[in-house]
Structure formats: structure tokens, C-alpha cells
């Protein structure tokens, strides 16, 4: 079976706090566009928000999970929701979906596992980091997720309409995922059943 491993590769700078996305194993994780701003040819607010696509795939999906989830159960946070898992750890999440009774709001991260996590597409810019892939930075922070407590990971890709989940009961081989297309049903959480296909036809976004 094929294992996809990270091999360290050499850094060529340091990252500014600014432009960190999220931060991983100690090490700070830029926003794609980061070298524009650097070079002077944006500013940082050019590069902070979300594509005009991600944003309304992650709003559609928000709003079907407070329409078919239990509110009073759980909280359904979006706007890259802040995870402190440990020192050096500290992840972005486009949704998350929490149990009420074991979380307390203040002005602070996240400090307890939210029960699902929800993805949508990279925002990290991987090119001067120790990170060889996507795929490799996909896959060490859904595991670092699962470590710490959630139970389900959904990673949707845009760009070739894929979906692959992982569940805290699944043995970790580093490819052992469940992949599906945009219009297979995917068990989100208690009778919650997502058919991204349908909700984006619904709700009347689309792409090329």
C-alpha cells in the first residue's frame, strides 16, 4: 500500500505572524499569495478572505447543517474557526460542528474537539514550508485532528469535485480514506446526510 510520508525540505525564510494561515507541528503556515505581499505587489488583505467560491460552498453547507443538526445540541461554527490542540498547533477550520456542553465561548480559540470538521479546499501556501504536497499537508492535519478527539474529517476539493472523509475509527495508514464524487450521500453527523451535488443545484452554485 502505497503511504504518502512528509520529508522535511530545507526553509528559505521565516514567515511573519501576519501572513500565517494556521500553524503546524511549530511551524507557521502562510496564506496562499503570501510571496505578493512580501514582494509589495498586494496587501495582506488581498490574501486573507476567501475565494468568492469557497466562501459559498462553505455558506451553503453551514446553512444545511443548522437546518437539519440539532441547534440546542450542537454550535456550528464557520469564518476559519480557531483549534488549539497543543503548543505549535494551532489550526483554521472552514466548519466545525461542537457539542455545546463541552465548550465554553470567550475570546480565545477552541480548546476542545469539535465532534465533525468540515474542509473546504487549501488555503495554505506550501511552496517554502517542510510540506512536499498538498496531499501530505491534507493528510497531517486531519490525522492531527483525529488525534486530538474529532471524529470525522470531511476534506471537499473544488477543483475535481471530490470528497474523502476520515473517521477516528478507521486504522491511519495514509491512504486509508473514503472517497466520493459530489453526488453520493455522505453521513455527516447523527441522521445528517450531505449530498453536496443537490445542495449546491438548490441553492444555485455553480462553476467551471
Given amino acids: 500500500m502505497l503511504v504518502i510520508e512528509n520529508q522535511p525540505k530545507p526553509k528559505t525564510r521565516v514567515i511573519p505572524a501576519s501572513l500565517a494561515y494556521e500553524e503546524m507541528n511549530g511551524e507557521a503556515l502562510p496564506y496562499k499569495g503570501y510571496l505578493e505581499v512580501l514582494a509589495g505587489n498586494k496587501e495582506i488583505e488581498e490574501i486573507m478572505g476567501s475565494s468568492s467560491l469557497q466562501a459559498a460552498v462553505v455558506y451553503a453547507i453551514g446553512l444545511f447543517l443548522g437546518n437539519n443538526l440539532n441547534r440546542k445540541k450542537y454550535l456550528i461554527t464557520t469564518n476559519e474557526s480557531g483549534l488549539h490542540l497543543s503548543r505549535g498547533n494551532n489550526l483554521a477550520n472552514d466548519?466545525?460542528?461542537?457539542?455545546?456542553e463541552?465548550?465554553?465561548?470567550?475570546?480565545?480559540?477552541?480548546n476542545v474537539a469539535p465532534k465533525v470538521v468540515v474542509e473546504v479546499d487549501i488555503k495554505v501556501d506550501l511552496s517554502e514550508t517542510s510540506w512536499t504536497s498538498e496531499m501530505a499537508y491534507t493528510f497531517a492535519k486531519s490525522q492531527k485532528m483525529l488525534d486530538f478527539g474529532v471524529e470525522k474529517v470531511i476534506w471537499i476539493s473544488t477543483h475535481n469535485r471530490r470528497i474523502f472523509v476520515n473517521t477516528s475509527d478507521q486504522e491511519w495508514s495514509g491512504l486509508d480514506w473514503h472517497y466520493?464524487?459530489?453526488d453520493q450521500d455522505i453521513l455527516v453527523l447523527d441522521d445528517c446526510v450531505l449530498n453536496l451535488a443537490r445542495l449546491l443545484a438548490e441553492e444555485g452554485i455553480e462553476w467551471a
Fill in 102 to 110: 463541552k465548550i465554553r465561548l470567550d475570546d480565545q480559540y477552541f
Fill in 180 to 182: 466520493a464524487d459530489f
Fill in 95 to 100: 466548519i466545525a460542528i461542537f457539542e455545546k
